[in-house]
């Protein structure tokens, strides 16, 4: 039972656009920084998503990260086939003095 | 152009104790914190711990407290990871990353090591 909680999967079809959510608590989300990563099978994560919103260089702004309250989300326009991945929130639990992780989101692009 | 090289895959021995290994370059070293990850097989991503290269400050895991530990080699710009007491469910990839303790964001992951834990 992860402490962050996201939807086990979520699908549409290509060009579409889709949000995937990350739940947690005010020791969490609530009162820390969101990241987002990508993992294409077989591949280690990638980061989508730092600071809540802010992209690297080189990730599209198809990709964009929200936070309010104690709830995140990321969102993918355009949606591609190569988007077909796992996708994980990430945050510093301040109650567990440790990084937590959502159960991760399996994206499909129909 | 930053890269995170890890060692092979290992197979180990319940009660054996395994050592991972993440070299780094491309960037100043000390001036960064490290991150273990792991992923059993078919399951979403742990958050072990972290480490300073700049101190060695650490900071583990409440589940792994006791059977792990971190440490850096400023010499070879290397970060190791150090799990004791294996157990069949420490069965993983396990992943370096390079980032802030408080994860506002890991931005170069290592490309992974096997550990299987098996009798």
């Known amino acids: 039972q992860s402490v962050l909680t996201q939807p086990p999967s979520v699908s549409a079809a290509p060009g579409q656009k889709v949000t995937i959510s990350c739940s947690g608590s005010?020791?969490?989300?609530?009162?820390?920084?969101v990241s987002w990563y990508q993992q294409l099978p077989g591949t280690a994560p990638k980061l989508l998503i730092y600071?809540?919103?802010k992209r690297p260089s080189g990730i599209p702004d198809r990709f964009s990260g929200s936070k309010s309250g104690t709830s995140a989300t990321l969102g993918i326009t355009g949606l591609q086939t190569g988007d077909e991945a796992d996708y994980y929130c990430?945050?510093?639990?301040?109650?567990?003095?440790?990084?937590?992780f959502g159960g991760g989101t399996k994206l499909t692009v129909l | 152009q930053v890269q995170l090289v890890q060692s092979g895959a290992e197979v180990k021995k319940p009660g054996a104790s395994v050592k991972v290994s993440c070299k780094a370059s491309?960037?100043?070293?000390?001036?960064?914190?490290f991150t273990w990850v792991r992923q059993a097989p078919g399951q979403g991503l742990e958050w072990m711990g972290w480490?300073?290269?700049?101190?060695?400050?650490?900071n583990y895991a409440q589940q792994l407290q006791g059977r792990v530990t971190m440490t850096t080699d400023t010499s070879t710009a290397t970060v190791y990871m150090e799990l004791r007491s294996l157990r069949s469910d420490d069965t993983a990839v396990y992943y370096c990353a390079r980032g802030g303790l408080t994860m506002a964001g890991f931005d170069y992951w290592g490309q992974g090591t096997l550990v299987t834990v098996s009798s």
């Open positions: 005010s020791s969490n989300i609530g009162n820390n920084y």
């Open positions: 990430g945050t510093w639990d301040s109650s567990l003095s440790g990084g937590v």
């Open positions: 600071e809540n919103n």
């Open positions: 480490i300073s290269a700049y101190n060695g400050n650490t």
């Open positions: 491309g960037s100043t070293f000390t001036n960064y914190g």
